[in-house]
């Protein structure tokens, strides 16, 4: 069962979120960059007994999946990770929606039905 978020948890979640955040996208942009060079890498040390490029990612994948993982312990969903985007389970009218964070945003701005998805992003005015 998911996590129910006011609108103010949310954002509280957000003070602990943003800094993780900002490093999961500085770590996926670093593995991005080094992608072909790692299909190359993986590819020799199959056999060989390993390499210091291989090596040195499989720190960056590591620390990743831990600061992927202290962002899901908050009860944040994570929607989308080449953007950052977030979700939060809230009630509305009776109904479960998300509220909704993309990285780089402030405090929560928007919110929208479980069906609609990102598209369909409502300002929290209407919340």
Request: glycine share 8%; with cysteine; proline share 4%.
């Amino acid at each position: 069962m998911p996590k129910f978020f006011t609108l103010a948890e949310a954002n509280e979640a957000l003070k602990i979120i943003r800094p993780i955040m900002d490093e999961v996208m500085l770590i996926r942009e670093r593995i991005l960059d080094n992608q072909p060079e790692i299909w190359a890498v993986v590819e020799k040390s199959a056999g060989n007994g390993g390499n210091p490029t291989l090596s040195k990612m499989v720190v960056e994948f590591e620390k990743f999946d831990a600061l992927l993982h202290q962002i899901l312990d908050t009860g944040a969903q994570i929607k989308d990770i080449n953007i950052g985007l977030l979700d939060f389970s809230a009630v509305k009218d009776g109904r479960e929606v998300y509220l909704c964070w993309q990285h780089g945003e402030g405090d929560i701005a928007y919110w929208h039905e479980l069906d609609m998805g990102f598209a369909g992003r409502q300002p929290i005015e209407y919340f």
